[in-house]
């Protein structure tokens, strides 16, 4: 799960937010724009932050502070959706012991 050379999220992301987010597939390419350009303000493959810490870095970016509220809100709602997407995925790919 990693941005390609153009800047591209996963399908498998793209794939989850509209069905099991159930987001109209406008809506998910929005969250993943929103995405591509929340990750040039922070890091979002640092794997030990959480959504909730990824959101606290993105907040102290000098040039984040500066966007409008409304930009921002969805910024942070992406992050959101990604880690918890990420989790998600995580789980899924894990191998089952039992």
């Known amino acids: 799960m990693e941005i390609n050379r153009r800047g591209e ?3 498998e ?3 989850w937010l509209q069905e ?3 987001l109209k ?6 969250v993943i724009s929103h995405l591509i350009r929340a990750s ?3 890091n979002l493959f640092q ?6 810490d990824l959101v606290y870095l993105l907040g102290k970016n ?3 502070v500066t966007l409008s509220s409304g930009v921002k809100s969805h910024l942070r709602r992406s992050i959101r959706l990604f880690c918890e997407f990420r989790e998600y995925f995580t789980k899924a790919n894990s191998p089952k012991l039992f």
Do not use: C, T
């Open 13 to 15: 992301f793209l794939k």
């Open 40 to 42: 040039k303000f922070i």
């Open 62 to 64: 000098a040039e984040f």
């Open 47 to 52: 794997s030990e932050l959480n959504g909730e």
């Open 9 to 11: 999220f996963s399908r």
């Open 25 to 30: 597939k406008r809506s998910s390419q929005d």
């Open 20 to 22: 099991k987010k159930a």
